[in-house]
């Protein structure tokens, strides 16, 4: 759909792209193979059609050889009419250049599209018409998209959402490229990890966008997962970590908890909290913790005290601060993942 879009989003933007044509060229830096016109007003036999030659120059009526190379057409302009007036060939020269074919810059599509390659700026363009002609963004392509410019001697990474380009359709989301811009699409990936099934990363296409789409691709979660999940999103250079309900995610599925998810977004789901117990119990080993579970529910779940076993002296190995301490526990004090719970012998 992106495809389309960003084809259509070409299309519909070329109207206005041939009404701003000329203000968008007077930042252009001319260069070989450009093709330019240009007139001097109230001089009409002085109309100039001319190709910029490998050096960058062309030849102009009275001046001969004119290099306008590097230079942008408001410069060329004032550089025209100040030769003109020095030559003594027009009084105040009044000097119009319009750029009628740009040749001499390339733009460079890589990554996710259909025709990655070198692209000639023979026309103002904007990241939609470049797209476009790279044959649209292919179907694991990502909606976000990199504009990589050099600014000031400089590499500067700029992002794009396709979305926001074709709901908004302004400079914007959608600018104008110059030469030697490099335009990126990165795969739409996420990745799932840890306690599910199939852990990978999986593409955001076919619809697939939101948690429960990406956890139901990596198999759903494993016998050994959580209830709590880790989901960690990247927007706009801001890293931001959730920590979602598993049972209030499939119960309610709204956007609050089944959050969409974009390139580069990862989901965790951590093992399942245990407790150990060992010592005067039935059955010592790991257990799964429960919610809220206290001390004498995990004895319980270790099969009761044996016969030599007391539920007073129980002590509970805990770390806390990153110290293991151990700790007097009560009945009803409620154990946390991974504490060790030990039951003493009774004395008599």
Known sequence: MLLTCSVGMADATSTTGVKNETNVARDYVLGAGDLVR??????????????????GTITFPLIGEVKLGGISPTASEKKISDL????????????????????SQFVSVLGDVYKPGKYSLD???????VLALAGGI?????????????????????SYDLRELIANADSKSNPQLLG???????????????QVNRPGKYSVVSGVRNVIDFLSQAGGISAGGADKIIVVTNRDGKVEKHEIDVDQLYRKGDAL???????????YVPRIPVFYIYGE?????????????????????GGGLSDRGTERGVKIKRQVNGVMKMISANQSDLLQPDDVVYVSESLF
């Open 38 to 55: 240009i007139n001097v007003y109230g001089s009409p036999d002085m109309l100039t059609e001319a190709r910029l030659s490998a050096a």
């Open 84 to 103: 003109l007036e020095q030559g003594g060939f027009v009084k105040k020269a009044q000097v119009n250049l319009v750029v009628m074919q740009f040749q």
């Open 123 to 129: 026309r103002p363009s904007t990241l939609s018409d």
């Open 138 to 158: 292919t179907s694991n392509g990502s909606d976000m998209v990199t504009l990589i410019r050099t600014e000031a001697g400089t590499s500067i990474k700029h």
């Open 180 to 194: 030697d811009d490099i335009i990126y699409v990165n795969a739409r990936e996420v990745s799932v990890l840890g």
């Open 257 to 267: 908890v089944n959050l969409e998810l974009a390139d580069g977004d990862s989901i």
């Open 281 to 301: 119990v039935q059955r010592p080993g790991s257990f799964r913790l429960e919610r809220n579970m206290n001390l004498s529910q995990a004895i319980s779940l």
